[in-house]
């Protein structure tokens, strides 16, 4: 590994105004002309919000600090990694929140999402609010506003108290509505006059998938043939969807609560965070295409058709017959219309291939009865191939299906394996891409919001620790400070955010790639 102390932020900035060269030299010789793909944030609506974002475990370290309990993710990532691979550390955010606000202003973010450690705030779940936790999150609420950064704040990320988990089995107990209820209504209480953004469970989707049928993530519960590892508890059959079931009726239960509560003095809006993804059918069948419709169902429609129409998607509850729950009358009127936004999370491509012969299996788990064969980009640190025009076609999908529902990327980013090198050229590359399919979809009449870019810094990540890194700020994890350096990205990001000239036509994204890459050849860093 470079030493990142001995880098030199003047060669980014050379590279930087390089780059700028290079482009004003390409928009000279008519490489690039002033046609209608050209884009700046002058070409976004004036209150689109960007933004970066991190979440609690990844960042805040301090994980047994001032009454702090564990969360199933902590359990999670003692079992699974190795030595310090954990999020005990993290990246420090809970004593170096003041300075990662610096980044957040010297990058020009209008916004920053973040979670709240519900373990942190509520220690067993439900009960006594720890006054660490809450003078921690008034402070950073307060460091973000009086820097003029706009608090978007999530409740849950893969992060129920151990507590709850332990006493009832969380999420597949419909216990937790209750405790849900109350958690969201002390964060309403205590921090809802100044945060206007917020997003109760974060991927209910891929959270119910990993953590209850294949064992993959927190809280790992699985049962043979069906776990991806060994385990031997709970029930793949049955408990995604019980999980999924349990967390649509506590979102739209924290959902009124709000509305009935806060919404009139507080004037916010809830919503919830979905992982979407384009979708590849292989062989270009009818019969891959039918799958990738499905697949879309089970993975996107499982949480949004019940949001937005009041039940689960019909292919879904053919394919899952009993072991999916019903919604009775009351509790569908109630999570219909309970989002009053759609957080998009968006990164990759699936590829699908038909595989109906699984339906023939008496025994199913949730996978099973998708009938399709999925290849995700998830397990490992590859770099994300670049498709933007996968997301514009995956916003277009959600205005059709879904009645144009207020939407804010609220993850997307390039995924690197972690070194030192500052020069994330395609990371940038990436940024630039799915930007520019934001604001196409945008002019498709996408009721858009905002853009997150995952993530502001290096992070805990959940299926790979330490080992990849999707920030724009990199942080040294061999220097006991955990001192952040801004990578390439960070400012390109922040040049573009200030209306800089970093702005790309789309067509010429490789062009973009080839100066980049020209550049960081002469001025790598040592
Ligand atoms: C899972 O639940 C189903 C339905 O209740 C049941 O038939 C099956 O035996 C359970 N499996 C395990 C491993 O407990
Ligand atoms: C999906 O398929 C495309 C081309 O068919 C291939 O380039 C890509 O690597 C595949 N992605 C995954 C995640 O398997
Ligand atoms: C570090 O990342 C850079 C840029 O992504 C890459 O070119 C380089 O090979 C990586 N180095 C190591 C040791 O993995």
């Given at each position: ?7 030199s ?42 933004g ?61 999402r ?58 597949v ?22 945060v ?29 043939p ?29 959902a ?78 109630q ?59 995956e ?33 940038v ?96 860093i040592?």
């Open positions: 590994m470079m030493e990142p102390k001995a880098c932020s003047t060669s980014i900035i050379l590279a930087l105004n390089l780059i700028t060269f290079f482009l004003l030299l390409n928009f000279a010789f008519g490489t690039l002309s002033a046609d209608e793909s050209y884009y700046s944030r002058n070409d976004f609506p004036h209150d689109f919000i960007f970066s974002a991190t979440t609690a475990y990844q960042v805040e370290g301090a994980a047994n600090e001032d009454g702090r309990t564990p969360s199933i993710w902590d359990t999670f990532a003692h079992d699974v990694f190795e030595g310090a691979e954990n999020g005990d550390v993290a990246c420090d955010s809970y004593h170096k929140y003041k300075e990662d606000v610096k980044l957040m202003v010297e990058t020009g973010l209008d916004a920053y973040f979670s709240i450690s519900w373990s942190r705030l509520i220690p067993n779940g439900r009960g006594p609010v720890n006054p660490k936790g809450l003078e921690y999150y008034n402070n950073l609420i307060n460091e973000l506003i009086s820097n003029g950064i706009q608090p978007h704040v999530t409740l849950h990320n893969f992060d129920l108290p151990q507590a709850l988990e332990d006493e009832y089995g969380g999420w107990s419909p216990k937790i509505i209750r405790d849900f209820t109350n958690y969201a209504d002390v964060c309403f209480r205590e921090f809802g006059d100044r206007l953004y917020w997003t109760t469970i974060n991927e209910p989707n891929v959270f119910a998938a990993g953590g209850y049928d294949t064992g993959s993530t927190p809280p790992r519960r699985c049962t043979p069906f776990c991806y590892s060994t385990g031997n508890k709970g029930n793949s059959t049955i408990e995604p969807y019980l999980a999924v079931h349990n967390i649509l009726l506590s979102h739209s239960s924290a009124r609560l709000y509305r009935t509560k806060y919404k009139e003095n507080q004037h916010g809006f809830v919503g919830i965070s979905i992982f979407t993804f384009g979708c590849h059918p292989i062989r270009n069948t009818e019969q891959d295409r039918v799958a990738c419709q499905r697949v879309y169902d089970h993975m996107v429609g499982w949480i949004l058709e019940p949001l937005v129409r009041g039940d689960y998607p019909v292919s879904m509850k053919r394919n899952a017959g009993s072991r999916i729950p019903a919604f009775t009358n009351r509790e569908s009127e999570v219909k219309g309970s989002a009053d936004f759609i957080g998009v999370i968006h990164y990759y491509n699936i590829n699908v291939t038909d595989n109906s012969d699984a339906l023939n299996n008496h025994m199913r788990d949730y996978n099973m009865d998708i009938a399709a064969v999925l290849n995700f980009d998830l397990f490992s640190n590859e770099e994300i191939a670049v498709t933007p025009w996968k997301l514009v076609e916003l277009k999908k959600l205005k059709l299906l879904y009645g144009n529902p207020p939407l804010f990327i609220y993850e997307n980013g390039q995924r690197t394996n972690s070194n030192s090198s500052l020069q994330d050229v395609t990371r590359n990436y940024l630039y891409g799915y930007i520019g399919a934001v604001l196409d979809a945008l002019r498709d009449g996408s009721n858009i919001k905002g853009y997150f870019v995952w993530s502001l810094m290096d992070v805990f990540e959940l299926l790979d620790g330490y080992k990849s890194s999707f920030g724009l700020y990199y942080v040294d994890r061999n220097d006991p400070e955990l001192k952040r350096y801004p990578k390439l990205s960070a400012k390109w990001y922040s040049k573009f955010l200030k209306g800089g000239s970093t702005s790309i036509v789309g067509d010429h994204l490789q062009q973009l790639d080839k100066d980049l890459s020209h550049v960081s050849v002469g001025h790598s040592q």
